[in-house]
């Protein structure tokens, strides 16, 4: 299989462990890519790195959930669903709600990257719907920290579906309300507003989407 390659800015960051873990063990060589990983020291760089071409892909946190206007090009890879979860000692302890109502009850793991951590509408396909305002017990911005709180039983918490999935299976976390669901959200591949895309850029994107549709199957 030809391999191309792929210069990829990311910040030296946890979020960063699915690409650096790819190169190591070869991943990326297994999908014809090879990852050419260089760090940024800020945001901002990356943003620059990404946009002035110094890179083809850049490793971002926004892509996930719910854009913001911009000049970029965003391409969605995936959609995902909002699920309620606990640790199964949570639940034990505290009962297992049959209603949104009663989430407000329980600790919650507060996400401070979103807009509004704290308020959730829930909804049914009856049409029937449920505003709930979380009683916030920890706070944190990076989302593997909150499920790993969420598993130690710090508090309920809700993350996207395809990163508790393995959880819930295993039964290290029970997933909440299930008559009930939040918005979905979005997988996006976001390139720079250039006519000009490498073939190393657009194998990465298919692989990626690839990998996805995988996960969430």
């Excluded at 807009?115 to 509408?121: A, E, H, Q």
């Excluded at 911005?141 to 999935?165: H, Y």
Aim: charged fraction near 20%.
């Amino acid at each position: 299989m030809r391999t191309v390659t792929l210069p990829v800015a990311y910040m030296p960051l946890v979020d960063a462990a699915p690409l650096i873990v790819a190169r190591e063990i070869g991943f990326d060589h297994a999908e014809g890519v090879s990852l050419d990983l260089r760090p940024a020291p800020s945001w901002s760089s990356l943003r620059d790195m990404l946009a002035f071409g110094h890179v083809d892909a850049a490793h971002l946190l926004s892509p996930i959930g719910w854009l913001a206007n911009s000049a970029n090009v965003a391409r969605k890879l995936a959609d995902f669903q909002q699920i309620v979860v606990a640790s199964p000692d949570l639940v034990e302890q505290l009962g297992r709600p049959d209603h949104p109502e009663r989430l407000a009850a329980f600790p919650f793991v507060e996400h401070r990257a979103l807009p509004n951590p704290l308020s959730w509408k829930f909804s049914k396909a009856t049409g029937e719907t449920c505003d709930v305002k979380m009683n916030p017990a920890l706070r944190a911005d990076v989302t593997p920290a909150i499920k790993v709180m969420a598993i130690e039983g710090a508090g309920i918490s809700i993350l996207p579906d395809f990163f508790a999935k393995r959880e819930i299976e295993n039964g290290t976390l029970i997933r909440l309300v299930r008559d009930w669901a939040l918005p979905t959200g979005g997988i996006y591949a976001v390139y720079p507003p250039t006519q000009f895309r490498s073939a190393a850029t657009k194998r990465f994107a298919e692989m990626f989407a690839e990998r996805l549709r995988s996960s969430l199957a």
